[in-house]
Nanobody, 118 residues
Framework: VQLQASGGGLVQAGGSLRLSCAAS????????MSWFRQAPGKEREFVAV????????YYADSVKGRFTISRDNAKITVYLQMNSLKPEDTAVYYC????????????WGQGTLVTVSS
């Protein structure tokens, strides 16, 4: 199984980025797909999840209303649209996959760095 995250970069505060995570080697439609992030010196934290039904999503309070998670089961890809970015969003962003409703994240991508300048 591979999860390949991409789309990170440097952006000014208030700007936008879209992250992508392409999956392979798993039955994508059976998995919850999530984004986590880890800022320098901090623990990894949950950002958002999209269930196998793309209409079912959940967000951390810190990103609600600014970030949108989505998935394309045909393209086996999950996205994170990030708008109104803040310097505190600076982190390495990881995609992860959990089978069904287990809540156990079995697979992780390599991470993509997002840097938001003030």
């Amino acid at each position: 199984v591979q999860l390949q995250a991409s789309g990170g970069g440097l952006v000014q505060a208030g700007g936008s980025l879209r992250l992508s995570c392409a999956a392979s080697g798993l039955t994508f439609s059976n998995y919850d797909m999530s984004w986590f992030r880890q800022a320098p010196g901090k623990e990894r934290e949950f950002v958002a999840v999209v269930r196998p039904n793309p209409a079912n999503t959940y967000y951390a309070d810190s990103v609600k209303g600014r970030f949108t998670i989505s998935r394309d089961n045909a393209k086996i890809t999950v996205y994170l649209q990030m708008n109104s970015l803040k310097p505190e969003d600076t982190a390495v962003y990881y995609c992860a996959a959990a089978f069904g409703t287990t809540g156990r994240y079995e697979y992780w991508g390599q991470g993509t760095l997002v840097t938001v300048s003030s």
